[in-house]
């Protein structure tokens, strides 16, 4: 009975068969180890005719039975006409978009099946990743042990089981009328090791490892004989180059037939095996055709399509497999041990493939994010529903890959600290609106990672192209191969300083188009405006005193002036344009004064005013809850002298400010004094309707009632004034430009840059600023 088709399993219970019945000592078994919990879900995969199915809802499950063959199905439904609670599903397990399944089940079971599975372990991840906190996964099948040689093909073998069983945090055997039962919980899935195999002869030194993935963008990997992950490949042979190796042991070891023409050395791995030097070809097949057979059973047990995102997770792989994997994919497999890698400037087409799953969560990323009228152009649209968002995170799964509110985090620090991410895609998209592109504009990206920079390359066209740069070589090697992989041959991925523009070689006559920038910055960095074209526009997440905004500009001569703000965050600067904040501790640590622009003060009598008496002030200004009041900050950031923000460290808090653990308040500082504002809930409710907070200003020291009531006076100001209207008017002008020829409004001086707001109501009479002796005077000087 060695199906592999469909066809042949619908036939197969159109003309009566069925499989074997369920035993009763199979009935006993799953009646104790897998009692039906109080709402339990269970999934039966391959129900055959349903007689599982229909016992698990016996048990008090609401069961889920799939199959992908129709009459199967036809005599499911008919032969368990009366049972409840079962929900009858056509599904190929292996194949379809699992979208009609729960995304929670107490019980999964796989009967007599497992063995017919082609790729095995991905099916186990994918199925291991839908169990509830202290659900199973029941694997019931014949072994070889007791199967005829002739049928062993529906039988595991106890390597096979091994696999099968590896990492979970629990798994039991039991044997019933000569089946194996497993019962495993708690995936736990195998962290991926790079291992060698036994020394090598020296003329097996030099070889080719194709790379190969199907029309869903899955990754062909062997199951050997030596208990690990392998590539096909080999050595070369005589003259050969490593194309040709490539092709023909793809061809000899899985059946698959390439042509030369399709095979493109990407990289050359150089490192030893056995103290022996080894020199290893990753071969990237772009074409191909025929179905993967396992033509050499002395190596390989069977050959599997794998999701690039369960790679981290597959146990041991071959070394310059798993080195290979990663110079396709960097970052696919994390902990590699160091190899040396020699990367070939290869023309390679783009490769198509990508599962049903894909298709349908991007359309429902784009979807959401035109819902929030962050995309109201077609162009933004349709490149949001058509670049394959997935293909620059592949190590991430595609539910977190296509979630709309989402950062994607790709690289981080020794200290854990983002450096690099893909960001979410609602503010993707509302930035690249902000660059008012046109079908053959020329775009600078400062920041890598390839998908946003892919569609900036959809929408401008054809006849358009991108210039991105990162400071990072693992970023733009990253971002280098996957636009190769998946992208649209019009961006140009360079290693630099992003901060200072693009190199003069990559720069348009008359500058780019629009210029966007995907990282925090602390200033607008001079080659930003000058390699700007008139008129054009650049969006960059600016910081005015740490709270960021993604603002854009126009530039009109030297002048750069806003056209729109939107709340965000990005990862900071690493360039030689990065900044690191200024801060005070206070109270050893418990409190911390953080000057995001400008110097720090010195904090002589702060610590004995914070121990003292605490003022307080209502403004009168409330709001309900979700109110968006971010203007605010940056309202008082601009206006207000002395500005800067008090924190509250994340354990050592004592209560004294009334500030969340972790959080921070806007503040200003007064001759050993502060002041700063919190919001503080003043009526209560079971919906958020019926919430109200009131912003509340707290001060300590001698003039404490003072600086309060500035405070207080600048929130009121706000909710006259600014509230509920537009944001301010802002225009960024050349460091040295002198005073009078600024115009009127709040100036915040930075090394490259003078910015001027120009806030509503800003003409009305505010109280002067409280004195301060010079001594605590923020100093401007040297910045």
Request: aromatic share 6%; glycine share 10%.
């Amino acid at each position: 009975m060695g199906y592999v088709l469909p066809e042949e399993w619908d036939t197969h219970y159109k003309d009566g068969k069925g499989f074997r019945w369920l035993g009763d000592a199979e009935r006993a078994v799953l009646s104790e180890h897998v009692p039906a919990p109080d709402g339990g879900r269970a999934l039966d995969v391959g129900c055959g005719t349903g007689g599982l199915a229909a016992f698990l809802a016996g048990l008090g499950y609401q069961v889920d039975g799939i199959d992908y063959a129709d009459n199967a199905l036809i005599r499911a439904r008919t032969e368990h006409a009366g049972v409840e609670r079962v929900r009858w599903l056509r599904l190929d397990i292996e194949q379809d978009d699992l979208v009609k399944l729960s995304e929670g089940y107490d019980l999964i079971t796989l009967r007599l099946m497992f063995p017919f599975l082609r790729d095995r372990t991905r099916v186990l991840h994918a199925l291991g990743r839908r169990l509830r906190p202290g659900g199973a996964l029941v694997v019931i099948t014949p072994t070889t042990t007791h199967t005829p040689p002739e049928r062993r093909d529906i039988a595991l073998d106890e390597d096979e089981i091994s696999l099968l069983t590896a990492g979970w945090k629990e798994t039991e055997r039991l044997e019933v009328d000569e089946l194996a039962v497993l019962i495993l919980r708690g995936p736990c899935h195998t962290a991926t090791r790079a291992v060698e195999k036994r020394p090598p002869t020296p003329h097996a030194l030099t070889g080719a490892l194709a790379v190969v993935t199907d029309t869903a963008g899955r990754v062909l990997l062997g199951r050997s004989t030596r208990g690990m992950w392998e590539l096909p490949g080999g050595k070369t042979s005589g003259g050969e180059g490593f194309e040709a190796a490539a092709v023909r042991e793809l061809e000899e070891e899985t059946g698959l037939v390439a042509a030369e023409s399709d095979a493109h050395v990407l990289t050359m791995l150089v490192d030893d095996s056995h103290g022996m030097p080894r020199l290893t070809a990753v071969v990237r097949v772009t074409a191909w055709s025929g179905t993967p057979t396992n033509r050499e059973k002395e190596l390989f047990a069977r050959w599997e399509w794998l999701d690039l995102h369960a790679l981290p997770h597959i146990g041991d792989v071959f070394a310059p497999a798993a080195h290979a994997l990663d110079a396709v994919w960097p970052g696919i497999i994390p902990g590699l041990p160091p190899v040396h890698a020699y990367p070939l400037a290869a023309v390679q087409p783009p490769v198509p493939g990508e599962p049903a799953e894909a298709v349908r969560l991007r359309q429902k990323m784009a979807d959401a994010v035109i819902a929030g009228d962050w995309a109201p152009s077609a162009p933004v649209q349709e490149a949001l529903r058509t670049v394959p968002r997935h293909r620059y995170t592949p190590e991430k799964e595609l539910r977190t890959a296509y979630d709309d509110d989402l950062a994607v985090v790709t690289r981080r620090d020794d200290a854990g600290r983002a450096t690099s991410s893909v960001s979410a895609a609602w503010l993707q998209a509302d930035m690249i609106e902000s660059l008012h592109l046109r079908p053959g504009a020329s775009v600078y990206e400062a920041g890598s990672g390839g998908y946003n920079a892919e569609l900036i390359a959809h929408v401008i066209g054809p006849g358009g192209h991108v210039v991105t740069v990162d400071i990072d070589p693992y970023v733009v090697h990253r971002t280098r191969r996957f636009t190769a992989e998946a992208g649209s041959g019009r961006v140009v991925a360079l290693h630099g300083d992003g901060a200072l523009g693009a190199p003069p070689r990559h720069v348009p006559r008359g500058g780019f188009d629009a210029s966007v920038i995907t990282h925090n910055v602390w200033d607008i960095a001079p080659a930003w405006r000058e390699q700007l074209t008139e008129g054009g526009h650049l969006v960059a997440p600016l910081e005015v005193h740490g709270y960021t905004r993604a603002i854009t500009l126009q530039r009109q001569g030297d002048v750069l002036h806003t056209r729109g703000f939107t709340h965000c965050g990005f990862v900071r600067d690493q360039g030689r344009h990065a900044r690191k904040t200024p801060v005070v501790d206070l109270l050893d640590g418990q409190l911390q004064i953080r000057f995001e622009d400008g110097h720090p003060v010195p904090p002589e009598g702060l610590e004995k005013a914070l121990r003292g008496p605490r003022h307080e002030v209502a403004t009168g200004v409330t709001m309900g809850s979700g109110v968006y009041f971010g203007s605010l900050q940056l309202f008082a950031a601009t206006t207000l002298p002395s500005f800067c923000r008090l924190a509250v460290d994340r354990d050592k808090d004592t209560g004294i400010t009334r500030i969340a653990k972790g959080a921070d308040a806007p503040a200003i500082l007064g001759n050993a004094s502060l002041a700063y504002f919190t919001h503080v809930q003043t009526r209560h409710g079971d919906t958020p309707a019926e919430q109200l907070w009131e912003f509340t200003v707290h001060a300590f020291g001698d003039q404490g009632p003072l600086l309060a009531a500035q405070l207080a006076d600048t929130v009121r100001a706000w909710d006259r004034d600014v509230r509920d209207g537009d944001d301010p008017v802002l225009s960024i002008h050349p460091a040295g430009t002198p005073d009078h020829r600024l115009p009127a409004g709040d100036v915040l001086d930075k090394k490259h840059s003078r910015l001027v707001f120009q806030w509503p109501g800003r003409d009305a009479q505010l109280p002067d600023p409280v004195e301060r002796t010079e001594a605590v005077a923020v100093a401007r000087e040297g910045m």
